[in-house]
């Protein structure tokens, strides 16, 4: 079907934001099957004790958010690329509770930053006591420490380099002072939350923009969609 200006560019926004989509979802279903089923973390879900703890509820998470944001980046791409009514519709359904979402739980962290700083910092050092456990063998263990550790410019549970475990994930010290002491991670995390919680929010706030747009560029698709279908069924009905 023929789209003008702006049905084309919300055609390709939405494949832009697909793709990103998309590899973010990968990211964070590979991640968290990974530490779901990896042999030096698979003891802790099998733990009935254990199943409440902070690293069972973000394991989780990631799995859940990989695969629903996989789900709606199939039928957005499909809709879009093949403007595809049905799929547009459904995909529109879902970025927009998607969107909801993501705001209500900006807001939850906004106003409980605390307790879910104190929850992330105890997920962080649930992997880091798990690669130092594991022999510092896990490489998926070792890349969500360094990416973490690289974020927050931190290293380990106590900052102290000689008595780190895990210095190797450490990021590089951009002073002389940090070549023996950095900021331990789990305060740095927590600090994050507590400190910057208006940022955190921004973040939540930015995403759901995000998907705002998307969902904008969708309806616009839907509108274009709709309004050839009803040129063609005109042009189809004038002729018999």
């Known amino acids: 079907m023929a789209l003008d200006g702006c049905g084309l ?6 494949f832009i934001f697909n793709l990103i989509f998309a590899l973010v979802g990968f990211v964070f279903l590979g991640l968290g099957l990974w530490l779901r089923f990896s042999n030096s973390t698979r003891a802790i879900f099998e733990f009935e004790a254990l199943n409440s703890s902070a690293f069972v509820i973000a394991v989780t998470i990631l ?5 629903v944001m996989l789900i709606v980046v199939v039928f957005g791409d499909y809709g879009a690329c093949n403007e595809k009514r049905c ?10 509770i998607l969107a909801g979402a993501v705001v209500v739980f900006g807001v939850i962290a906004y106003s409980r930053s605390g307790e879910i700083g104190l929850r992330m910092g105890e997920f962080y050092s649930s992997i ?3 690669y130092v456990a594991n022999a510092n063998g896990d490489p998926v263990l070792a890349v969500t420490l360094t990416f973490i550790q690289k974020l927050l410019h931190c290293c380990g549970a106590t900052g102290v380099k000689l008595l780190e475990f895990a210095k190797e994930t450490c990021p590089k010290p951009d002073t002389i002072w940090e070549h023996i002491k950095m900021d331990a991670c789990p305060g740095v995390i927590i600090n994050v939350f507590n400190d910057k919680a208006p940022l955190v929010m921004g973040l939540f ?3 759901g923009a995000l998907l705002v747009v998307a969902l904008v560029c ?4 839907l509108a274009q969609t709709k309004r050839e279908q009803q040129e063609i069924t005109a042009r189809y009905t004038t002729v018999y």
């Open 205 to 207: 706030v930015g995403t």
């Open 9 to 14: 560019l919300c055609k390709y926004t939405l």
């Open 87 to 96: 799929a547009l519709q459904i995909f529109s359904v879902l970025v927009s």
């Open 63 to 67: 799995i859940i958010t990989g695969s």
């Open 128 to 130: 880091y006591f798990l």
């Open 218 to 221: 969708s309806i616009v698709l």
